[in-house]
Structures are given as structure tokens and as C-alpha cells.
């Protein structure tokens, strides 16, 4: 059964709202430059209630990296293994028996989505950008096909380095990093797109076009460097769950390409 509601402001007092994001440079009401105050960006959730029906929301809040972060993972036809076969990542639902990269069956809890726009105003100018990933650019069957990725996407790394640092095999990388423009290559979209992610009842690593990349993780709260009053907003558009502490361990630690840069870990 599908629930919705209609788009809020997400608690915060906003200005008429331009996707993705749009700061007016005029003084407001309050005599305050808008200069000052967040961009917004709307932010699309379905998630799976404890009657197990689907609830679907549209939020305003601000482009704030951690709020991005949690949104803009996978591009437009992304093919996700479910019980059922590959399903496109759009066209999955709260419900749906997602594979895991291990075999293991879980239930789809919460799939959020944001718009990447081409020339929009943003701080962070990757935030306009996607990743194409042509067939093999890792190998053999990675990806088996072409795949587009959002600028939040992270991967499953392994390599000497990765033990070294971590004591871990294997660690999650931005895809970003790894752009070379021949294989891998950064791409502006002529036209709005939307970016998609997944979350679970925990941290999971999926197979998606032959690729190992993670679903949905805040990461630990002090990286997200939100005001208290910030980390209740973030955490409303999660309605799967009641506290950060509810999203758990993540599988694998975090790491940027350039952490391996002092190792051979080819």
C-alpha cells in the first residue's frame, strides 16, 4: 500500500524553491544577506513503514555535504541483483529482497533519490557531475556494462595499502577518485538527471553491473560536521530509523585513492 505526502520545508523556513539548489543574493526580510543561509536541494524518500506499507515524501533541505552524500550514489538504469533477477535501481520499491555482494537476501528499507542539475548553483561543484564507468574499465566483467554513478558513489577496494591502513582487506573508495577520462570518465549531464540510493536495516555492500559498491551509511556523526540542531534534520529524512546508532557498523572502512598513494598496491 502507498502512502505520500506532500513536500515540506523539512522544518526549516525557506524561500520559494528552485531545483537543485539556489541562493538569492538579495537581503532578506530579517535584513540578513541570503548569502548566509543554506542552499536547498528537494530530496526524494519512499521507505517501508512498520505496517509494511510504502510511505512516499518529498523534503526541502539544505545541500550540505552529508546530506548529499546520502543521496547521489547511483545513476539512471544501475542494475541491482534482487531474488527475483538484475532490477533497475529506479525501479525498486521498499519490500523489494535485494542481493547482497555475499549472497545474502535483505529487505529494502528506505530509497532515496535527489536531481543532479547541469549548471546549477552549488558550493561543490562535483555535485553537477556523474561517472561513466565503461564495460571492463576494472576488469573482467567490471563493470559487464556501461555504468553511470552519482558523485557519492564508493566502491570495494582491495590491496596492500588497504591492509596496511586499515588492518582491513578491502576498503570503500570514491569512484570519483579513480577517473582517468578514458575508461572512467567524468561526465556533465546535458540535462537534469536523478541520482538513487539504498538503505537497509544495516550497511550493506551490493553488486551492481559487476561492481561491489556500498548502499546507504551516514558514516560516524562526528564527520558530519552538522550544528545539533542540522543532525535532526538529516536524520528526519531516514524515517527507517530513530536514532544514528540505528544504522550500525559500517562493512568496510573509508578511504580516499590518494591514502594508498605512498604503497605499491598494485
Known amino acids: 500500500m502507498y502512502k505520500s505526502t506532500p513536500t515540506t520545508a523539512a522544518r526549516l523556513a525557506a524561500d520559494a524553491f528552485s531545483s537543485p539548489a539556489r541562493l538569492d543574493r538579495n537581503a532578506g526580510s530579517d535584513g540578513r544577506s541570503l548569502r ?112 553511470v554513478l552519482g558523485p557519492a558513489a564508493r566502491l570495494v577496494h582491495r590491496g596492500r595499502g588497504v591492509n596496511r591502513i586499515t588492518g582491513s582487506d578491502a576498503a570503500l573508495l570514491p569512484v570519483r577518485d579513480f577517473i582517468d577520462q578514458t575508461s572512467i570518465i567524468e561526465l556533465t549531464p546535458v540535462a537534469p538527471v536523478h541520482c538513487y540510493q539504498l538503505g537497509f536495516e544495516e550497511h550493506e555492500i551490493l553488486t551492481i553491473n559487476g561492481i561491489e559498491l556500498e548502499s546507504l551509511h551516514p558514516g560516524a556523526i562526528h564527520t558530519l560536521k552538522l550544528r545539533p540542531d542540522m543532525k535532526d534534520l538529516f536524520l528526519s529524512l531516514f524515517p527507517h530509523k530513530s536514532a544514528f546508532g540505528d544504522f550500525g557498523p559500517m562493512r568496510l572502512p573509508r578511504l580516499n585513492l590518494r591514502d594508498l598513494d605512498i604503497f605499491d598496491y598494485a
Open 36 to 147: 548566509t543561509r543554506p542552499l536547498l536541494r528537494k530530496y526524494e524518500i519512499a521507505h517501508l513503514t512498520s505496517s509494511h506499507d510504502i510511505h512516499q515524501t518529498s523534503r526541502l533541505a539544505p545541500a550540505l555535504p552529508a546530506f548529499e552524500q546520502a543521496f547521489a550514489a547511483l545513476g539512471r538504469g544501475a542494475m541491482v541483483q534482487t531474488v527475483t533477477g538484475p532490477v533497475a535501481v529506479e525501479d525498486l520499491l521498499p519490500g523489494d529482497q535485494v542481493l547482497t555482494a555475499d549472497g545474502r537476501a535483505v529487505t529494502l528499507m528506505w530509497h532515496g533519490s535527489m536531481t543532479i542539475v547541469p549548471g546549477a548553483q552549488n558550493e561543490r561543484p562535483e555535485m553537477g557531475t556523474m561517472t561513466r564507468m565503461t564495460a571492463e574499465a576494472l576488469g573482467r566483467t567490471r563493470p559487464s556494462l556501461d555504468l
